[in-house]
């Protein structure tokens, strides 16, 4: 497969983007997207792991924001909290997310290449696997810099160039993030709305 490191928004981000759809809903009642088809035995709440037995390959998709509390979390978060301060989004969740990529990639056990996907809070997940597991790549949707970032934190932001970052360019909490990295693709809006919507995954499988 093509290396997606540092191509615009494609066709395959725009798969991803259904997956990560797929991944907000309940483990049992995700759907598959075309040839990949989902795997419920590996997946858990918060990630949906798709394969395609066709090209030897997997996602592994994790959702972010869900509902409204949990996006005026973000903008919360976004602003001036410290990420690691929050029971939401702590060493502990990150750890549990890294421990089931793990068991994923052992079950998989080297027979399908596995990209990396995540929404908002879930992107920053990806980026923690991505730290650890560096040989994976994939893309990463409305992740945002938390306003308040601890040394070691910032630098998977600053340093981790294996996967893409992709922001709607109305989203006002991803587009801090540019900030920091020059290297993200930003997406423009159907409708050219500037809104806190513009965060959604429902918004971006719009484009």
Known sequence: MEDFSYTGFNNFDRILIKML????????????????????SISNETAAIFIND????????????????????????????????NKLMNRTQMNKSLEH??????ILNNR???????????????????KTFPAHTG???????????????????TQNRRLKMVIARGDILSNNITLI???VVSI???????????HSISELKKY
């Open 139 to 157: 893309t990463i949707f409305n992740t945002f810099v938390p306003g308040t970032m601890k040394p070691d934190l910032r630098l998977l932001f």
């Open 181 to 183: 990295r020059r290297d």
């Open 188 to 198: 423009v809006p159907p409708l050219l709305k500037q809104s806190i919507l513009s």
């Open 54 to 85: 066709n090209k030897k390959e997997a996602v592994y998709a994790i959702k972010g924001t869900s509902n409204k509390k949990e996006l005026l979390l973000d903008l919360k978060l976004s602003l001036f909290t410290n990420i690691f301060s």
């Open 21 to 40: 759809d797929q991944s907000y809903k309940s483990p049992n009642t995700r759907n598959h997207i075309g040839d990949w088809k989902y795997n419920s």
């Open 112 to 130: 399908y290449k596995i990209f990396i996907t995540g929404h908002s809070l879930g992107g920053i997940k990806a980026l923690y696997i991505s």
């Open 101 to 106: 990529f793990r068991r994923v990639s052992s």
